[in-house]
């Protein structure tokens, strides 16, 4: 394995770029139940050749399990139209306000019912367990630390499935909204909910080629971001990429050097299916790679919490 190997291949903005594009939407909302069924399939092709394949097979079967809680849930209460403070937009989804979301427990439970029919490791058995037997305080404890993009170390287990809650409530949340309507909020937050960046994607897709997007970690849309720019602090100076592999890498850390922080960004020009949540599990060599470095990992995925 090539370790730290600085990508000095990774495209430098064409000019047209710079700025932002103004003919690229500036976000993408989830279709909830095609999303959980294609990060399902890549999960499910990931395991196949992955040395945590035992892991990734599980969160196929969650994923699965996501997508057709997806079609099946009642409908959601739609989202209220964007609240505006009159000095800057915010997301038309408050996060935080919505840990006691009787839609939100209500999701958590079917889910947490659903899961005790997969096949899992003993600990998150315990932790699946634990979650179905939880007092509404303990509920809302694990989708606040969730919601608030903290999962403590020595917990994952459980927050890994009132995640998976979250994920599927707040794709459906996002699904109702106007993409339209949406404003850009802040360097690398969700213009839908507020929620920090999984990872980004620079895009293959016709009419959006070489476009950069970054992908909710809450509620799964997508939003454009200009390229060679820290997700983190917004800065466009000591930007750098290193991979695993030396050449023709589609997934690379992008690590700026003002804040310390990387974050990692995937070419799905290179290759379509690449999935924000489940090419981050499955791409857990560059973690290692950067865990040598000083950088932080910025990146929020509660499934890859604890590794
Ligand atoms: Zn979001
Ligand atoms: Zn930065």
Known sequence: MERGTPAADDPQPAPFLIGGVPQAPLAFLPEPVRLFQARARRFAFLAETNELAPYLSFLA??????????????????????????????????????????????????????????????????????????????RHWLLGNVLGDRIPEDSPAPHLFAAAAVQIHFARLAATLDAAALAPIHVGLCPACGGRPVSSSV?????????????????????????????????????????????????????????????????????????????DVGSLGLDILMQETDFSRRGFNPYLVGY
């Open 61 to 138: 079967e969650l994923s699965r399990l996501q997508a057709r809680l997806a079609a099946t849930l009642p409908p959601v209460t739609p989202v209220a139209p964007a609240r505006n403070t009159g000095t800057a937009a915010m997301p038309p989804i408050d996060r935080l306000a919505r840990v006691g979301d009787a839609e939100l427990a209500a999701t958590l439970d079917t889910l947490s019912a659903g899961a005790a029919e997969l096949a899992m490791p003993e600990p998150a058995r315990i932790a699946l367990a634990a979650v179905c037997a939880a007092h509404e305080d303990d």
């Open 203 to 279: 895009m293959g897709t016709q009419g959006i080629e070489n476009v950069r997007y970054a992908a909710c970690a809450c509620c799964a849309t997508q939003w454009n971001e200009v390229r060679v720019k820290c997700l983190c602090c917004g800065s466009t100076a000591g930007m750098s990429y290193r991979s695993v592999e030396v050449s023709e890498a589609t997934v690379k850390a992008e690590a700026c050097r003002e804040c310390r922080s990387w974050i990692k960004i995937f070419y799905q020009a290179k290759n379509p299916s690449l999935d924000p949540v489940a090419d």
